[in-house]
Antibody, heavy 118, light 108 residues
């Protein structure tokens, strides 16, 4: 069974930085596109960023473009999200997910809370 | 920019009833890139349907998806107690992803 486990969340001040990690197991990580999705507690889902299987292509939502950077290390079966210039409105639970061929998210991590507050 | 609208916002039903959830796109989209998710409180979303009618692994056959163009439907036949949750539709246009705002199915 595919396992995705996020880490690195926590409390950070506005303007600060944080790096999220997502460790995977039980699937061939290097074959999959991967993505980050976030959810403000009690609200809906928002796609954040995604990366191709070989890291040659990435794309980000407009709300985070220029501030967040997605990356991956296939040798370590790990996905990352470097978050800079954090804003209060970036407060959310962040999920990593694998991306199926049709652009659907077929496996999800349990999520990690990022709180941006002074 | 694509907008997905889901209706109703909340659907109040009893176990055993049928739930019909709608997802409408602001422009015609490829049905092969439309998916549905279920999310329960405190849990990550779970893929139910993709493409728009293929059930994900382990999803019971009481869940079905249909639609094309701008109108898509998730149907849950004979609601079980564990089906009361929030449901999201989602589309991929080849470079970005869009989620609908969700429909909450709660117990009447």
């Amino acid at each position: 069974q595919v396992q995705l486990v996020e880490s690195g969340g926590g409390l950070v001040k506005p303007g600060g930085s944080l790096r999220l990690s997502c460790a995977s197991s039980a699937f061939t990580f290097s074959d999959y596109y991967m993505s980050w999705i976030r959810q403000v507690p009690g609200k809906g889902l928002e796609w954040v960023s995604y990366i191709s299987s070989d890291a040659s292509y990435t794309n980000d939502a407009e709300s985070v473009r220029g501030r967040f950077t997605i990356s991956r290390d296939n040798a370590k079966s790990s996905l990352y999200l470097q978050m800079n210039s954090l804003r209060v409105e970036d407060t959310a639970v962040y999920y990593c997910a694998s991306v199926g061929v049709g652009g659907y998210f077929d496996s999800w991590g349990q999520g990690i809370l990022v709180t941006v507050s002074s | 920019e694509l907008v997905l609208t889901q209706s109703p916002g909340t659907l109040s039903l009893s176990p055993g009833e049928r739930a019909t959830l709608s997802c409408r796109a602001s422009q015609s989209v490829s049905s092969s890139s439309l998916a549905w998710y279920q999310q329960k409180p405190g849990q990550a979303p779970r893929l139910l349907i993709h493409g728009p009618s293929s059930r994900a692994t382990g999803i019971p056959d009481r869940f079905s998806g249909s639609g094309s163009g701008t109108d898509f439907t998730l149907t849950i036949n004979r609601l079980e107690p564990e089906d009361f949750a929030v449901y999201y539709c989602q589309h991929y246009d080849g470079s970005s992803f869009t989620f609908g705002p969700g429909t909450k199915v709660d117990i009447k």
